[in-house]
């Protein structure tokens, strides 16, 4: 894949994920607010129960199966019936690309259906009860769920990140990411790269990891791994002829490589082989 969407892709990437809080919970009868700021993004998963949600001037009535997504800083009123209060699974986040909350990035729908479907329950109990585990793995059993749950709202997103007219920031990232895009088998350097972007090189170095979380020149050689990854695996090319083709020398090429993949090229290609003939 390659162009807008490929770019994109990298960006969100570097998403970071974190999950504060969350529980089953049957709510108060008096339960709700009007026009209250989210401090963080909410996830609702309702299992039973009747009330409203207003979400940025829009009503909602869940049911059960419903699956919620309110973005940190949407404005919200909701309230429940005091004879059938709702009985739901929530969660509290953070979710970051750089400095950039994500959903300023996305325009992702408020609710999704998913209704005589168990393995959202399943997930949401499995979410919380790692959250409150002491297991080595469980922040990553977390994040893995939250990112997978997140994904049924990105997948339905229609807008462009690297496009967003409200954060410059990530117009400018585009610009930059494209020009690697295209250059990759040239030299780049990062006083190029802050030329683009009319910025001082050392400004840019920390725009460019605040938003990737990597450095320039980081970010550049993984790309070329990636490359040279891609040339190994679909092409017979040798050694020599790929690093040529990446601009670099034969000996930094297998160097840089063993440091990003643990293999050396001929390593890599080998065991590809290996495994296709399993």
Sequence with gaps: MCGRMNLARTYLSNTQIHMTTGALTRVRPDWGGVNTIQGENALYYFLDGEGRLKINNME?????????????????????????????????????????????????????ALRNDESVKNQFQELIDQH???ELAAPFIVKSILFHMMSRFIERSTADPLQTA?????????????YIEKHLTEQITVETLSQLVHFHPKYFLHYFKSMLGVSPIVYINKKRMQKASALL??????????????????????????????????????????????
Aim: a neutral charge.
């Design 60 to 112: 909602y009535y869940p049911v059960p199966g419903d699956l919620f997504l309110v973005p940190a800083g949407t404005r919200i009123s909701c309230s429940t019936e005091e004879k059938n209060p709702f009985f739901k699974y929530w969660c509290h986040f953070t979710a970051t690309v750089g400095e950039n909350n994500l959903f300023d990035l996305l325009i992702a729908p408020h609710n999704i």
């Design 132 to 134: 409150e585990s002491d």
């Design 166 to 178: 409200s954060i410059p920031s990530v117009h400018k990232l585009y610009i930059v990411l494209q």
């Design 233 to 278: 695996l679909h092409s017979e090319k040798t050694i020599a002829e790929i690093a040529e083709q990446l601009g670099m020398q034969t000996p930094y090429l297998s160097r840089m490589f063993k440091r990003f993949t643990g293999f050396s090229p001929n390593e890599f290609r080998q065991q590809h082989r290996l495994n296709q003939r399993i």
